[in-house]
């Protein structure tokens, strides 16, 4: 009896020790805003926290996890990344459109303009941007049909996304003002795959950054060349006409919120020689030697153009919204 007595109060001591810790927690975080300590509430937080660790059963990892949190707390706000993400009907629409949200759920500080090839605004991205629970703004702009893409046309016959980036340009420039915040700009199509990793190198960029592009332009990566002695670009691996003043992908640069909202007259233009739609947008911004090459000297990809196959389907089911 006496056994199970002093058991029943150690287990009773513990708890009531955690609930003092955890209360401990929430008066040093509720403080952390209110106070220019903010380094030494938490190092005492950390303390605490590491001389009862093995009495409150914490883990390695859970104290590595408030370390990191400890790091990040006295660093400015991050910037916010505007993803903008031009997006017409195809059937599968809806699974390129969910894989990247689900992606983007697990980045911080995102705001995801999507923008439909379309005259209204349709149900089925609506919906899907709202069970996204990401900070979104949904626009439509349709793309003159004299410009639209026949079935069996090429995907390069014709510029693509004109009228969705410019739209997002426009609501940028309209509704944000500059040096009011921090961003960064980046052109994320529906059809490519994303590394968590992209993202972090994205909130690097000053001016505009740059970083390679797997299997595009006919290459399994196009990649700028760095000079060895500045460790600036000098030149670019290309599938097409390297030479370019930017030979780069869409989804191989980042620019500067502010130099967007500066630079109004850059713009997407159907006059622009096919496939120059980059160089030319680039050419606003930056010098070829001004690009600050990222993900490990653009050595590393994060980035895929996995262009979803387009389904043979024989029939409809109804009932289903895929």
Sequence with gaps: MDLNKSIFENMKFRKYFLYIVIFTIIIVIWKLKATDNTGDNLQDLKDILHSHKHFLHI????LLLFEQLQKHINYEPIPVIYAITPTYYRLVQRAELTRISQTLRLIPNIHWI????SEEKTNLVSKLLEESELTVTHLNAKTPPFEK???KEPSWKKHRGVEQRNAALSW???????GNQKGIVYFMDDDNSYHLNLFSEIRKVKRVGTWPVGL???LNVEAPILDPKTGKVKSYRSGWKPNRPFAIDMAGFAINLDLILTKKEATFSYKMERGWQESEFLSFFTTKEELEPLADNCTKVYVWHTRTEKPVVRGLVKGFEV
């Design 114 to 117: 999507v923008i439909e090839d």
């Design 216 to 218: 595009v332009g006919g």
């Design 149 to 151: 893409l026949k079935d």
């Design 59 to 62: 883990t390695k990892q859970q």
């Design 172 to 178: 940028l420039r309209e509704n944000l003002t500059v």
